[in-house]
């Protein structure tokens, strides 16, 4: 190649005639002290420069240019290339020996370099003095045959090692075992180079001859069984680059699902990847796998990458586009792709046939075609190993990063998308459907799967669906939003309950029995109850709520929740009362009708606790007698002396008759004065159906509740998420087992059982019904906001 090229030299530049063919005299290119005039004697590496003694001299007295390395010119001495880099189709690092010097522009070329700034425009006629033509050949084959020991030398002592396993498992503990297995320095800035393919096509013996020089760093086998499994990886010292090897595809049969995701993790984290085949024609899967491996990247990897990114504090973009992509394709009977069209390059065909399989490749910054047909072999990857190093000095797209930030990168993405993946889910349509990186978790109620990403709960992003739900009986999966607030721009949720929060307890307890449910909206209070009217109550969802029907996802709670919690609240306070009562000599039943009754009295009755003897016959009132308010004008008798009935409309009774003492029955036709304003204070019919009917049922409920064993009803009364009594064997938390002489409690948010120890917490759950601060365990109390 050199001898063709200077051959034609003088066919396309002008050359000195006195010095055709001849060694030139190399003359000072600084101009520092002598003007250029005097010859050079020294070549200082670092100036890139030719110097005369007067120049070097004056140069390198200069304090930041004294450790300069220089070199006394010999005999025959060929300068080097000065515009070059090593980028010209040359292997990194490496500065080529000139092979020409233009006298106009007075700079020595190489022959990449001449070709490059000389061959057209008016440079062409410049007129170049050549180099010794042998002298150059002979330096040249003297530094690649260096260059290529130091280079084998370099990789003498590189081993590989497994990074994941076929179970999606990283196999290196953290960052710096990462680093240390790689053999590389912690501040090296590295670049990634995986390679895919089938099974059998040479993966392996590719990448040791690519980058080892044939070394097995890589385990290579003649066996019929894959001799890679899961992924492994090496640092390459001379390219500066993480090498990894993978699975080969069409060869696992077990976990396949899993192994298949492993590759997109795989080319996630690369910044070039190679597509290895040794087909005779390049079949459809490549460009199915590497299309689905493009949309699978972009709807998935992308946004975790850049969360990453974020999340690590990190100054390197992990996803601004995916890596470059070459396909290395090895024939044998077959011409390589675009032999046959000469005019069409390579690329231009493959991006054809992406259109033409409806794939499309987005994702990837390039993609390049790099073909060898193997008559006899070995193989050559010269080709590939020059098309790798042009694509390793390109930072346009992709940028080196330290070994950290790759480990993070690729834990970040083995963290989020990992987890079994079903057989009955795999789709044999793409090489990388949605299941096997979004949530696996599916509505009850509808059947839809979450749209969300794999494990997004530990970021505490809840479930999503693409379309909406259908409503089920069996989950009662509404939702209920005040209609108020919702006109007003703010969606707030609201759920029905036995009481308001602005009622005591047991107060509360007694209205629902005689109001029913409420519904409490935290902006506008108590706007609807079941039964406020004594007919014609409305369905709130015409009146005060919005209704809409929402997903129900495994593990989370219902919605409509059960709060109707009455039945458990009362026997939440039947130990507490009844040890009260008890300890005062009292009959439960007389104590609490006593209390309950005075909560909820009229205005106008005088209370129990100022009733000690009859208003009429003055007998004195013992503990177990009972108390009766005469209806008409609110004062304490016995039985005896109120046991007459009339109506009493009057103080909002109604027609019907109801108890009251001789002298308001004797007096039945004197009409009670009773003003407008303490009609409205007494509460009318509804005060008077609290007494008449609230007391009764609700009162029934306690006596039988403390007259039977406990028990024996809290099996009844425990609301519908509470797990019942003979399912708890265990703590749910500490995982102690229960026994005589340990209790079982209820979480009154999440409804698990729990030792006392591990549930002492009070906390309000309003959402569950309870307002006031009741038992929670352990894990419930931690939870931020309202339970």
Known sequence: MVGDFLANLSMSAQTSPAEKGLNPGLMCQESYACSGTDEAVFECDECCSLQ??????????????????????????????????????????????????????????????????????????HPITVYHVTKIQELLEEEELDEETRRKKMTEKVVSFLLVDENEEIQVTNEEDFIRKLDCKPDQHLKVVSIFGNTGDGKSHTLNHTFFYGREVFKTSPAQESCTVGVWAAYDPVHKVAVIDTEGLLGATVNLSQRTRLLLKVLAISDLVIYRTHADRLHNDLFKFLGDASEAYLKHFTKELKATTARCGLDVPLSTLGPAVI????????????????????????????????????????????????????????????????????????????????????????????????????????????????????????????????????????HEAKSRCRYSHQYDNRVYTCKACYERGKEVSVVPKTSASTDSPWMGLAKYAWSGYVIECPNCGVVYRSRQYWFGNQDPVDTVVRTEIVHVWPGTDGFLKDNNNAAQRLLDGMNFMAQSVSELSLGPTKAVTSWLTDQIAPAYWRPNSQILSCNKCATSFKDNDTKHHCRACGEGFCDSCSSKTRPVPERGWGPAPVRVCDNCYEARNVQLDVTEAQADDEGGTLIARKVGEAVQSTLGAVVTAIDIPLGLVKDAARPAYWVPDHEILHCHNCRKEFSIKLSKHHCRACGQGFCDECSHDRRAVPSRGWDHPVRVCFNCNKKPGDL
């Open 327 to 462: 396909i290395f394709h090895e024939t044998v009977h077959t011409q390589l792709l675009g032999s046959d069209h000469p005019s069409e390059v390579p690329e231009k065909l493959i991006q054809d046939r992406f259109r033409k399989l409806g794939r499309f490749p987005e994702a990837f910054s390039s993609i390049h075609y790099k073909g060898t047909r193997t008559y006899n072999p070995p193989t050559d990857f010269s080709g590939l190993r020059r098309a790798l190093e042009q694509q390793l000095e390109n930072n346009t797209t992709r940028s080196p990063r330290h070994p950290g930030v790759i480990f993070k990168a690729l834990k970040a993405l083995s963290d989020r998308f990992s987890g079994e993946i079903p057989d009955d889910q795999m789709a044999h349509s793409s090489f990388f459907p949605d299941e096997y990186f979004t949530c696996s978790s599916l509505c009850l109620s509808c059947g839809a799967g979450c749209k969300n990403s794999m494990n997004h709960g530990k970021e505490g992003v809840p």
């Open 52 to 125: 005369c003694l007067r120049c070097e001299e004056e140069l390198h007295r200069q304090e930041r240019l004294r450790n300069h390395e220089r070199i006394r010119l010999k005999p025959g001495h060929v300068p080097y290339c000065d515009p070059c880099k090593g980028t010209n189709g040359h292997s990194p690092g490496i500065r080529q020996r000139a092979a020409v010097r233009c006298q106009t522009c007075k700079i020595n070329l190489c022959l990449e370099c001449q070709k490059r700034t000389h061959s057209g425009g008016n440079k062409r006629r």
